[in-house]
């Protein structure tokens, strides 16, 4: 989303606010958006906390400018305008059991103190009214801020019952803003480690892919362990980290990355695992789009040949420069090798190239295998690949040369 797209966003939420208000609710921008703006971060999106009902809500907004799906937990969305966006408005409430360790058995409608207490983190647990500029802190969580801590609400063991994905969440808010982790709610995230397995793949997954698309990822991945996750997480992780060297070695290459995709990130951390046991375990495990696993598995598999690209035949190496990972792997080469490496220099170059001299035309094809007399089959791709390989290594240069190498290897393979 643009920052247009949040500042109207913003301006939504505050419309919502003071619409609220007016009508005589309590009503405070909740949560993460309050962290940030606290820290003096621009907030993704922005959610509203209010004493109103759904139903007051949905009254007071419309029904066509409203939408019920999370209305059971006390949650309405208020449309605004195409560029607003829209804005989750949840009433105030205290929460039931978690028998499911994800969402309440029921909820009940309070204050906005008792709202704050059930929240995971101190950071997360402040309201702010944006019409007054008043901060509502219930947790302590601006001296937490301030501290530099992650800390649990309340009793920790609680707030993990409630949802194991906070072990998670933990780890990713101390690693993204170098936080510590505050001691009893990382003793109950070690004692719970084992229970994450009660957690979706989805959940994992999407909770991985917010630690590695930060560049906070090295991090993340140290805490991971230290907090006894990984293994929790990731089946064969002592592929990893069994051998100490090779998992500090993995390390220093994750914080190397600047800005980095999830698969090359997912790439760095993974590749012991992923040559050893391939992509599918971890596919299956965090539920991994078929072009998110490709793309991993693809990039640890080529990482290595692209550190070697300028001593290669240029019929080996074009093939993987024009593949669409081909700038992904080369970034972990680099993170490997050494920016200044030759094979990834050499890499470097050639895919500064333009696109028609990258990749040029073939010279050849099917169509002209058959004008040839050549039947149709599994010698087709062959006779292709091979011309084509002639091509890039300047062997052929024109069709009528190519012409002559098919009829050249149809004649040496007829005798």
């Known amino acids: 989303m643009s920052k247009w797209n949040l500042m109207n966003q913003r301006e939504l939420a505050i419309g919502i606010i003071g619409k609220l208000q007016q009508a005589g609710h309590q009503a ?3 949560g993460g958006c309050v ?3 606290l820290m003096g971060v621009e907030p993704k ?3 509203v906390a209010t004493s109103a009902t759904p139903d007051q809500v949905q009254e007071l907004f419309g029904h066509r400018k409203t939408l019920a799906i999370g209305k059971s937990f006390g949650v309405i969305t208020v449309l605004g305008p195409r560029e607003a966006g829209q804005v989750e408005v949840a009433t105030f409430r205290s929460d039931g059991g978690y028998s499911d360790g994800r969402r309440p058995d029921s909820v009940t409608f309070t204050d906005a ?3 704050a207490l059930r929240r995971d983190f101190t950071i997360n647990g402040m309201f702010l009214d944006p019409l007054t500029n008043q901060v509502h802190d219930y947790v302590n969580g601006s001296g937490d801020l301030e501290e530099r801590i992650i800390r649990a609400i309340g009793d920790p063991e609680k707030r993990i019952e409630e949802d194991k994905l906070r072990m998670l969440r933990a780890v990713r808010f101390t690693a993204r803003y170098g936080f510590e982790l505050e001691s009893n709610t990382a003793d109950a995230v070690q004692r719970h480690a084992a229970e994450i397995g009660q957690v979706s793949g989805e959940r994992i997954g999407a909770e991985m892919r917010r630690m590695l698309e930060h560049r906070s990822r090295g991090e993340a991945a140290r805490l991971l362990v230290e907090c006894g996750l990984l293994p929790e997480i990731l089946d064969d992780a002592e592929l990893l980290t069994g051998n100490h060297a090779n998992w500090r070695t993995r390390l220093k290459w994750l914080e190397a990355l600047e800005v980095a995709t999830f698969e090359v990130a997912a790439a760095v951390m993974l590749g012991p695992v992923i040559r050893e046991r391939g992509i599918e375990p971890v596919a299956t495990r965090w539920k991994l789009s078929n072009h998110e696993q490709d793309s991993i598995a693809w990039m640890e598999q080529h990482w290595v040949t692209l550190m070697r690209g300028a001593s290669l035949p240029w019929s080996q190496l074009q093939p993987l420069l024009i593949h669409a990972d081909a700038r992904g792997a080369l970034q972990i080469a680099m993170v490997a090798g050494g920016e200044n490496q030759a ?3 050499f890499c470097q170059g050639r895919l500064e190239w333009p696109r028609e001299k990258l990749n040029p035309a073939p010279l050849i094809d099917g169509a002209a ?7 149709p089959g599994p010698e087709f791709g062959r006779i292709l690949a091979a011309v084509r390989g002639a091509q890039l290594d300047g062997k052929v240069s024109n069709r009528e040369e190519a012409v002559a190498m098919v009829l050249r290897r149809e004649d040496k393979e007829g005798n």
């Open 369 to 375: 295998l058959k004008e040839l007399g050549l039947q």
């Open 28 to 30: 405070l921008l909740a």
């Open 35 to 37: 962290r940030d703006h």
């Open 343 to 345: 094979g990834v220099r």
């Open 113 to 115: 103190r008792n709202d």
């Open 45 to 47: 999106d922005y959610d």
